[in-house]
Nanobody
Framework: VQLQASGGGLAQAGGSLRLSCLASGFLDNVYAIGWFRQAPGKKREAVSC????????YYADSAKGRFTISLDNTKESVYLSMDNLKTEDTAVYYC????????????????WGQGTLVTVSS
């Protein structure tokens, strides 16, 4: 599985950005795709994950109510719409596939995209 992430950039606090992740390769066994992030000096953490077939989702507490994960019709692109951005959202964002998730957590299980930097200024 190959993943290509894009859409990062600079935003002001309160602003919005939309990240995209295009998945390619053998996707038949990729039931879910997720977004993770790593802020400077911190561990990589799950942000949001989505099941490609059922559309069920996971959101970290920090993302609930502000971020929305979605799929395109081909189910090969995953988007993360981020609204009301905060300075603490500044991080490198990675998409990963496949992932596993429950209502309480999401974990990576295979490939990573190259990461896209999101910087939120105050």
């Amino acid at each position: 599985v190959q993943l290509q992430a894009s859409g990062g950039g600079l935003a002001q606090a309160g602003g919005s950005l939309r990240l995209s992740c295009l998945a390619s390769g053998f996707l038949d066994n990729v039931y879910a795709i997720g977004w993770f992030r790593q802020a400077p000096g911190k561990k990589r953490e799950a942000v949001s994950c989505i099941n490609r077939n059922r559309g069920t989702t996971y959101y970290a507490d920090s993302a609930k109510g502000r971020f929305t994960i979605s799929l395109d019709n081909t189910k090969e692109s995953v988007y993360l719409s981020m609204d009301n951005l905060k300075t603490e959202d500044t991080a490198v964002y990675y998409c990963a596939a496949p992932v596993g998730f429950t209502g309480n957590e999401c974990w990576p299980g295979g490939s990573w995209g190259q990461g896209t930097l999101v910087t939120v200024s105050s």
